[in-house]
């Protein structure tokens, strides 16, 4: 364990450290106040240990109950008993997510608890329904794109105030401690039930519980009629850190409490129970308990207020120069992002290394840096969110009918995890400080970001499978030939 930590920590110190440069350099440019900056500072050594603590804890116990909860569910048989164990593992582990509860708006006059519920049951089903896919060996495609056509049918009757918060929504699936546990349960179910002709069913778990979301949202919208309310009050005002370490720490708590009842549950009826196993994966669940709260604390109290006084001081920045440092801004903070972390190790994992975690993660790091760049652009231009949003999701779509499989399904379950908790401590309220000064409805125009960042990077890993399936089949073509020539 003490090697993975001092792994794990050199990773993300050289991950953080470009940010941490580039953040100091503008504050000393803009004359930032010397406390902010001291806050930010202390702020990254929370991230840097939290996010340790986390990575590490993952490994040894969300990955592992989320491994041990499919196996026993494969032994079952039982096709109804694992369908409600999915649509109630859905649903509970979302509900308390940190990242589902610190939501920085309000959804008009929808109620908050059904709201809540909502979502949570409606990633419950859509993880019912990928893992169905799976047993029943339907092609991941054919239910993404179905999946899609709903929701772009019902974009079709819906508000568009409505339309960037449920794609906002749909990010929930990327928290902290949802992803990892998804990705590890829809992992090890695939990987056991599935025959070794059919080599990408492992992924796409993601993918498909965020369409619930958006789904569910967009149902609500219709039935309630909600005036979105972009509220940037629970942005900005993150700044006390006791306050702050407190409710994350409860959040945290009881967001890990509903998988450890289950997981206790199970234990109890276990046949065979290991206590070294136990207190491995107890201790593991405590590192995830504490990186968590530090990681998410460091991003309130320190990034937050960071992010949005840069964004304020972008006002008389050459606009080209803006791009550049937010794109630069994107690269990097992806490259913390736990989810993204965790996603990546387990495509490593699955394809043998056949798909390199050093690409896949600079590919995706791209994709959010090129998403950064238009979000900024839109800002700067006063462009809707939707005026982008619309033809990169129908892009993303029709992609999907020509790309490989393998990539397909990584590509979405990517999308995912790019827009995760430092995309939102950071990024989010540069866009707020920037859109504040060039735009009267500045919160309207800076939310969004979240939705337009998880879809880039879809698109850029379809155009890699794309040309990766071109040249394969090129490959295959001049092996081919190659058998026919006579050398005599």
């Given amino acids: 364990m003490y090697g993975s930590i001092v792994e794990n920590l050199k990773k993300i110190i050289y991950g953080i450290s470009p940010i941490i440069f580039l953040v100091l350099v503008l504050s000393f440019i803009f ?12 702020s990254s050594i929370l991230v840097i240990i939290g996010l340790t603590l986390f990575t590490t804890g ?21 096709l109804t008993i694992i369908l409600v164990t999915c649509l109630l593992l859905g649903t509970f582990i979302t509900v308390l997510e940190p ?12 109620p908050t608890p059904i709201l809540l519920i909502s979502v949570s049951i409606g990633i ?49 699936t990327s928290g902290a401690i949802s992803a990892p546990f998804i990705l590890a349960f829809g992992v090890a179910f695939a990987s056991k039930s599935r025959s070794k002709k059919e080599k990408d069913s492992e992924f796409g778990i993601l993918s498909i519980c965020s ?67 136990f207190r491995k994966i107890a201790i593991g669940l405590l590192m995830v308990l504490v990186g968590i709260t530090l990681f998410l604390t460091g991003g309130d109290v320190g990034y937050f207020k960071i992010g949005y ?26 490259k913390i992002e736990p989810s993204l972390k965790v996603l990546i190790s387990y495509v490593n994992e699955v394809t043998n ?15 959010t840096s090129i998403s950064v760049m238009l979000s900024l652009y839109r800002v700067l231009n006063g462009y809707s969110v939707m005026e982008f949003l619309i033809p990169t999701y129908f892009l993303a779509v029709f992609l999907a009918f020509f790309t490989p499989n393998n990539f397909l399904s990584i590509a979405f379950d990517s999308g995912g995890v790019v827009a995760g908790n430092m995309t939102s401590s950071f990024l989010l309220p540069l866009l707020i400080g920037l859109a504040e000064t060039v735009s009267n409805n500045y919160l309207k125009e800076a939310f ?37 020539v006579d050398y005599r």
């Fill in 211 to 277: 369409i619930g979301p958006i789904i569910m949202v967009l149902i609500l919208g219709l039935i309630f009629k909600p005036n979105i309310i972009y509220d940037s009050d629970p942005i900005l005002k993150k700044l006390n850190f006791l306050e702050t370490l407190w409710s994350n720490f409860y959040q945290v708590f009881m967001s890990l409490s509903p998988l450890v009842i289950f997981y206790l549950i199970f234990v109890h009826f276990k046949k065979q129970k290991r206590k070294k196993e």
């Fill in 309 to 334: 006084m840069l964004g304020t001081n972008f006002e008389n920045v050459n606009h080209l120069l803006i791009l550049v440092i937010g794109g630069i801004f994107g690269y990097f903070i992806s």
């Fill in 31 to 42: 004359k930032i106040d010397t406390s902010t900056i001291i806050r930010f500072l202390s």
């Fill in 448 to 484: 969004g970001v979240m939705s337009l960042i998880s879809v880039i990077p879809i698109i850029l890993i379809e155009i890699v499978g794309l040309i990766y399936n071109v040249e394969r089949k090129s490959y295959d073509k001049t092996l081919l030939d190659d058998t026919i």
């Fill in 124 to 172: 419950g089903i859509s993880l019912m329904l990928a893992i169905f896919r799976i047993l029943k060996k339907i092609e991941f495609k054919y239910v993404l794109i179905s999946g899609y056509l709903l929701i772009f049918l019902l974009m079709i009757i819906s508000s568009m105030d409505v339309i960037p918060f449920a794609f906002d929504m749909s990010s929930v």
């Fill in 99 to 110: 990242e589902f509860l610190t939501v920085g708006y309000e959804a008009g006059n929808i």
């Fill in 353 to 367: 290394g056949g798909i390199k975690d050093k690409f896949l993660e600079v590919c995706l790091c791209i994709g």
């Fill in 58 to 78: 993952a490994d040894i116990s969300l990955n592992t109950i989320g491994e041990e909860f499919s196996k026993s569910l494969i032994k079952k048989g039982n």
